[in-house]
């Protein structure tokens, strides 16, 4: 696509999103906070997208969050707070400062040097008092925020040596976990069971495996499994609710080796 076509794509965008927050009785009534759900949904649907590598469902989805970076922009600029615009410069310097091996003299040699430049300069901007987690949002999902604590640690040099390392902690931790099982405190189960997944997070960080698209993939490798197994018991006259574990096990096995 051409930029002058680009350009005209996105300015219709911008002119529909006008238009019907003039016209549309829905439109006309949202506010920032009633759409907070709705992006929310919106950028679940784009993970779904990418677990799947469903690159249509990626393109739908795209569009569908474009439109709501549209939609608060429309309304920012209802309030006099900011345009979209304002929006796009701000991204485009933000870019720009945080890339000095790019646009400036700064020299890198991969991509962990970006990484810890960017980190560094993040904190040097705004006011005065930020912290090394101060930009980890407070409502991110437990597993995402715990990922993110860790990579913003390790460009102050707070991290493990080696992967060895990082799974005798985990062993340790599941060590501790045991013993407060055993000592059957639920307080202290519960606090050494966010430890253990703290650091199982942490080697998979190691692993270079993304955890929480690495649950999603089991959540739904074992949801489609599971359905297997309930078509075959209806297939064949069986009630999985009356069957012994063994034998849900057996058929489990069994739904396992067809995939």
């Known amino acids: 696509m051409s930029q ?6 996105f300015l219709d965008l911008v002119e529909i999103m006008d238009t019907l927050r003039e016209k549309c009785p829905w439109d006309k ?17 784009l993970v779904d997208a990418i677990i799947d590598e469903d690159w249509d469902g990626i393109k739908e989805e795209l569009g569908d969050i474009l439109l709501h970076v549209l939609f608060y922009a429309k309304i920012g600029t209802e309030m006099g707070k900011f345009t ?23 020299k890198v040699s991969n991509d962990d040097d970006v990484k810890r430049n960017w980190e560094q300069l993040k904190l040097k901007e705004g006011k005065g008092d930020k912290t090394i987690l101060s930009g980890v949002p407070n409502s991110l999902p437990s597993m995402v925020k715990a990922l993110r ?11 493990w040596e080696n992967k060895e390392q990082v799974w005798e902690k985990v ?4 060590a501790e976990l045991k013993a407060e099982v055993a000592a059957q405190d639920q307080q202290k189960m519960e606090q050494e ?14 692993l270079n495996i993304d955890p929480e698209s690495a649950l999603e ?23 999985l609710a009356q069957m012994s574990l063994e034998e849900k096990d057996a058929i489990w096995k069994k739904m396992k080796e067809q995939e």
């Open 193 to 206: 069971f966010g430890d253990v997944l703290f650091s199982m997070i942490n080697y998979a960080r190691y």
């Open 217 to 239: 993939k089991t959540n739904k490798k074992f949801k489609r499994r599971f359905e297997l197994m309930e078509s075959y018991a209806k297939q064949n006259g069986l009630d």
């Open 84 to 106: 979209l615009q304002d929006s796009i410069e701000a991204i485009s310097k933000k870019l720009i400062h945080r890339h000095p091996h790019i646009y400036a003299d700064v």
């Open 171 to 174: 062993e340790e931790e599941i």
């Open 29 to 45: 009534k949202q506010t920032i906070h009633s759409l907070r759900s709705n992006t929310i949904e919106e950028l679940y649907e």
């Open 4 to 9: 002058d076509n680009l350009s005209k794509s």
């Open 149 to 159: 604590i860790q990579e913003k640690v390790k460009h102050v040099g707070f991290e």
